[in-house]
């Protein structure tokens, strides 16, 4: 958000802080999920700043003797594009307007369009403003003996529109990966038969460790959205909605089994293992049964 706002504005990243919210000093909002904040807030913030950097370049064209649409906000100067030797600053620019009794303040808020709304028979429609995509690749290892299986990397390409943060970006790609893989793997609510939850802990409901997690390689794929800011999409949950899928094409390229339920627990494997097993026995002594030919 801070590098979005300074790119508006035309200011250093370093000159921009960001305050947590609070409904005291900020309007309410949703919350943060649904991969929305770069999307949402980044465009609110957009918004801000746009507001903002007109208010500046208002100010500014008073000393630079042109209009404001023919100001440029860069490396925190304002300037004419017809004249790049004409130029104030921007501290300068807003501590005039702070000695005007004028705030240099912008606000924005953002709610993604929804195209068309969902039918509420069929739920067909387009209730987002923007779509993102995604592949992984996933390689695992099995043990036959035990139904173990354990996910030693994972190749996951996704697109975010436009790339505001690399570094961030991957860490949400790695992160869903190895949510993911526990989600695939691990992670299992059971009940007793009173219906009493017994995995009430992470003692007994089991998420990944930094030990179980995979060798993750993200590939970020740019296709930049128009109503994103800056072209951006969300990419918080989308790595997470395929690796489960991922593991179970894998298992079943590994040793022939098809599994349909989560988690894959290395029981489930090992029984689907022994059905195959067992499967295969019987078509072998039904063919050396079957009666031969002249």
């Known amino acids: 958000l801070c590098q979005i706002a300074a790119a508006t504005l035309g200011i250093p990243v370093e000159k921009v802080t960001i305050t947590s919210a609070d409904t005291r000093v900020t309007p309410e909002a949703g919350v943060s999920s649904a991969s929305r904040q770069t999307y949402v807030s980044g465009n609110a913030v957009r918004l801000a700043a746009e507001q903002l950097r007109e208010l500046i370049c208002a100010e500014a064209s008073v000393d630079l003797e042109c209009q404001p649409d023919d100001l440029e906000v860069c490396d925190n100067w304002v300037f004419a594009r017809t004249d790049e030797a004409k130029g104030v600053s921007v501290p300068d620019v807003c501590g005039r307007l702070r000695n005007q009794g004028v705030l240099a303040l912008g606000t924005g808020t953002f709610s993604p369009p929804t195209i068309v709304p969902?039918?509420?028979?069929?739920?067909?429609?387009?209730?987002?403003?923007?779509?993102?995509?995604?592949?992984q690749c996933v390689e695992v290892e099995v043990d036959t003996e035990t139904g173990e299986v354990r996910v030693t990397d994972v190749i996951a390409a996704h697109d975010v529109g436009c790339c505001v943060n690399p570094m961030a970006v991957e860490g949400q790609i790695e992160g869903g990966v190895v949510m993911a893989s526990g989600y695939g793997l691990l992670e299992e609510i059971r009940w007793d038969e009173q219906g009493n939850m017994l995995t009430v802990g992470f003692d007994t409901y089991l998420i990944p460790t930094v030990l179980d997690a995979p060798h993750v390689t993200p590939l970020i794929v740019e296709d930049p959205d128009p109503s994103g800011p800056f072209g951006a999409k969300g990419v918080g949950e989308p790595p997470a909605a395929m690796t489960a899928a991922a593991i179970l094409n894998a298992i079943y390229d590994a040793v022939g089994v098809r599994l349909e339920s989560l988690p894959v627990t290395p029981e489930k494997v090992y029984a689907a293992l022994q059905e195959l097993n067992q499967g295969n026995a019987v078509d072998e002594q039904q063919c050396s049964h079957a009666p031969t030919g002249p």
Do not use: K, M, R, Y
């Open 118 to 135: 969902l039918d509420p028979q069929t739920s067909e429609g387009i209730s987002n403003g923007a779509f993102v995509f995604g592949t």
